[in-house]
């Protein structure tokens, strides 16, 4: 199983980012798809779940808002769109693939992406 992210980069405050996850190895539309970003010096922390169907969403409160995500099962590809970039948004950001209703609390992801890093300027 690989997953694949990509489309961070070095924005200003209030710019937008669609980062992209695609995934390979793994039956996509059986498989909850997850968001978590760790800055520097502080923990691993989830920012948000698709549902395998794409029908249901959660994300972190302090990205309510601001954050969507979304999956497309052609293309074995999900999607985080963040819009209106903070400095605290600054941070690596990991896709994650998992099975178990755990996923939409943070745990039970199997499989990790590499990460990418996202890093805003004020």
């Known amino acids: 199983v690989q997953l694949q992210a990509s489309g961070g980069g070095l924005v200003q405050a209030g710019a937008s980012l669609r980062l992209s996850c695609t995934a390979s190895g793994v039956t996509f539309t059986n498989t909850h798809m997850g968001w978590f970003r760790q800055a520097p010096g502080k923990e691993r922390e989830f920012v948000g779940r698709?549902?395998?169907?794409?029908?249901?969403?959660i994300l972190l409160n302090s990205a309510t808002g601001r954050f969507t995500i979304s999956r497309d099962n052609a293309k074995n590809t999900a999607y985080l769109q963040m819009n209106s970039l903070e400095p605290e948004d600054t941070a690596v950001y990991y896709c994650a693939a998992g099975l178990g209703l755990r996923t939409a609390w943070g745990s039970g992801y199997d499989y990790w992406g590499q990460g990418t890093q996202v890093t805003v300027s004020s």
């Open positions: 698709v549902s395998a169907t794409g029908t249901s969403t």
